[in-house]
């Protein structure tokens, strides 16, 4: 399942652009830009700046959430809900490790392509 968590469905959406300044929609509507984006091999990963919403907080949120990547309106969707977005862990650049990772794993497992929140 780890795989699944930091791997893009499509190999293709991050071959063709930097996705760093690409808007993000939730499934419910737009959550922020893109910040950072990880290209790492073994784990990917979009830190998202949700600005005002929810009080300029990043997110970090895995790979295998995203459904789809919009390159001519640089869009990234991710398959999951703002309120679950809002509730996922807080990400912190300073204490980024394994520890984290696997925290962020856990929350954002059930939001790959195999699953879909309510």
């Known amino acids: 399942m780890d ?6 469905k499509n190999d293709d959406w991050i ?3 930097d996705l760093v300044g ?18 790492e091999a073994a784990r990917r990963w979009l ?8 009080f300029g907080k990043l997110r970090l ?3 295998g959430t995203v459904s789809g990547v919009d390159h001519e309106n640089e869009i990234v969707v991710v398959n999951m809900s703002k309120a679950a977005i809002k509730a996922a862990p807080d ?9 984290a990772q696997g925290e962020h794993a856990d929350y954002y ?3 790959t392509d195999r ?4």
């Open 3 to 8: 795989d699944i968590v930091w791997s893009y």
């Open 15 to 17: 071959r063709q652009s």
């Open 22 to 39: 690409y808007e993000v929609h939730a499934r419910d509507g737009a959550i922020g830009t893109v910040d950072e984006a990880s290209t």
């Open 47 to 54: 830190v998202v700046d949700t600005g005002f919403w929810i």
């Open 61 to 63: 949120i895995p790979a």
């Open 91 to 99: 990400y912190d650049r300073d204490t980024w490790g394994d520890e």
């Open 109 to 111: 497992g059930e939001f």
């Open 115 to 118: 699953h879909v929140d309510e």
